[in-house]
């Protein structure tokens, strides 16, 4: 069983920046995908970035590309998500999560069924 802490949330003006933590109790395996979530009040929880385990693929949401970047340390089973250039529309709960098993395809999937392990999230408030 992995739990997931995630931390590094604030209160940010728009066009700041934030870096999120996302730490693993024990360790991630290869190829396993750790994917960035977020939701805000009143809608859906989306995927914002993928992330595989090993292989360093990274893929983002359209709404994040080119703004969020998400990195690994190993050393601490820990995976950063970067967030620059925030927008108001970014505001919501972050949440980390990761698959059981190793995953084969080209890129992370962005499907919430796919993860198995979440962690209790961290606010991002970005205003205008």
């Known amino acids: 069983q992995v739990q997931l802490m995630e931390s590094g949330g604030g209160s940010v003006q728009a066009g700041g920046s934030l870096r999120l933590s996302c730490a693993a109790s024990?360790?991630?395996?290869?190829?396993?995908?750790m994917a960035w979530f977020r939701q805000a009040p009143g809608k859906e929880r989306e995927a914002v970035a993928g992330y595989q385990i090993g292989s360093g693929r990274s893929n983002y949401a359209d709404s994040v590309a080119g703004r969020f970047a998400v990195s690994q340390d190993n050393a601490n089973n820990t995976v950063y998500l970067q967030l620059d250039s925030l927008k108001p529309e970014d505001t919501g709960m972050y949440y980390c999560?990761?698959?059981?098993?190793?995953?084969?395809?080209?890129?992370?999937?962005?499907?919430?069924?796919?993860?198995?392990?979440w962690g209790q999230g961290t606010q991002v408030t970005v205003s205008s």
């Open positions: 024990a360790y991630i395996a290869v190829s396993s995908c």
């Open positions: 999560a990761a698959t059981s098993t190793r995953w084969f395809g080209a890129f992370c999937p962005f499907l919430r069924d796919t993860y198995i392990y």
